[in-house]
């Protein structure tokens, strides 16, 4: 079983639509909490960083931590198609780079 | 313009022939480490870099060989390629082991027949 689960989608949505998206963890060890955002032949750029339970919103975007059931996500308001990408979520141990990904869930966004 | 400079972008290369992928930053960031990512599996990480002369091994190490000899390059080597090498690589950076963001290449798609 892999320590960060996430499904790949894809997930196709209408412009305007919520999106959410999910991973589930193993290790209950991990206390940061993170998602990227990866476009076609691009590296991933970081879009939220959390820092245990709870919740942190930008702009559109909103990250849950829910630690107890060892479960987070994020969550778009109002999609667009530029959000049309790959979403990776990552968690690690301690501050720092020592990161586990998840596989990524590739969301699609038609106008 | 804070960039991660991997070359080349795209490698076809046979079994057993040597290679190296380049990375370059001008962030002066402490922090490199080099990522594949396949299908499913999401990002694991291969080796990183705390600082010039300081590599570790990561998740994916075996078949995979890293120097630091100066704080803006880390280049990966492929001693001896092999099929299951084929896999898109990332570089990334960051400042230190704080909450800074990875800062990724744009990755270099290799591919061993």
């Known amino acids: 079983q892999k320590e960060v689960e996430q499904d790949p989608g894809p997930l196709s949505v209408p412009e305007g639509a919520i999106v959410s998206l999910n991973c589930t963890y193993s290790?209950?060890?991990?206390?940061?909490f993170m998602w990227y955002r990866q476009y076609s032949r691009k590296g991933p750029e970081l879009l939220m960083y959390?820092?245990?339970?709870g919740n942190k919103e930008d702009g559109r975007f909103t990250a849950q931590v829910d630690k107890s059931s060892k479960y987070i996500s994020l969550f778009i308001r109002d999609s667009q198609p530029s959000d049309s990408a790959t979403y990776l979520c990552a968690m690690s141990k301690n501050a720092g780079n020592m990161l586990t990904f998840g596989g990524g869930t590739r969301l699609m966004v038609k106008p | 313009e804070a960039q991660v400079t991997q070359n080349p972008r795209y490698l076809i290369t046979v079994t057993g022939k040597k290679l190296t992928v380049t990375c370059s930053q001008n962030?002066?960031?402490?922090?490199m480490s080099w990522y594949r990512q396949d299908p499913g599996l999401g990002l694991r990480q291969i080796y990183y870099s705390m600082n010039v002369e300081v590599t570790d091994k990561g998740d994916v190490p075996e078949g995979y060989k890293v120097s630091r000899k100066e704080k803006r390059n880390f280049p990966l080597i492929l001693e001896s390629p092999s099929p299951n090498q084929t896999s898109l690589y990332f570089c990334?950076?960051?400042?230190?082991?704080?909450?800074?963001?990875?800062?990724f290449g744009n990755g270099t798609r290799l591919t061993v027949t």
């Open positions: 962030m002066n960031h402490e922090y």
């Open positions: 290790n209950s060890a991990f206390q940061y």
């Open positions: 959390t820092y245990s339970s």
């Open positions: 990334a950076t960051n400042r230190d082991r704080g909450d800074s963001p990875l800062h």
